[in-house]
């Protein structure tokens, strides 16, 4: 069976390794980064099956991060499900879905139904 390998793109080092725990639990190979160029350095190295991005980063934010991964034609297709503490308005969450996010997970997450929507988005075939 493939390994799937998933990006977990957060500035916050307890969520970071909460979902580091739970997603290698269950047999996912699991990558980090606390910042956008820290996550744009690691697709380089390896295109991640899932990304789990927050959308509360320093620096560059989430929205920027996603809108620059469906510019590149390596990364306009990776499904990624955004996971975050923000304001959850019609705005946000329309600029969300047209960023070809997979779902929007408000935190503190329910960890069964995160490891199920990942579980279901990895294995669609």
Do not use: C, W
């Not at 509360?56 to 996603?66: H, M, R, T, Y």
């Not at 600029?95 to 929507?117: A, N, W």
């Amino acid at each position: 069976m493939r390994q799937f390998s998933i990006l977990v793109v957060d500035d916050s080092t307890t969520n970071v390794v909460l979902l580091e725990a739970i997603l290698a639990e269950k047999g996912y190979l699991i990558d980090t980064a606390f910042t956008v160029k820290e996550a744009f350095m690691r697709i380089e190295k390896q295109l991640p099956d899932l990304i789990l991005l927050d959308l509360l980063i320093p620096k560059v934010s989430g929205f920027d991060f996603l809108e620059q991964l469906r510019k590149d034609e390596r990364t306009n297709k990776t499904p990624v499900i955004v996971i975050s503490a923000l304001n959850t308005d019609d705005d946000n969450l329309n600029r969300i879905k047209s960023l070809g996010t997979i779902e929007f997970l408000r935190k503190p997450i329910d960890i069964q139904y995160l490891v199920t929507l990942v579980e279901r988005v990895l294995n669609h075939d």
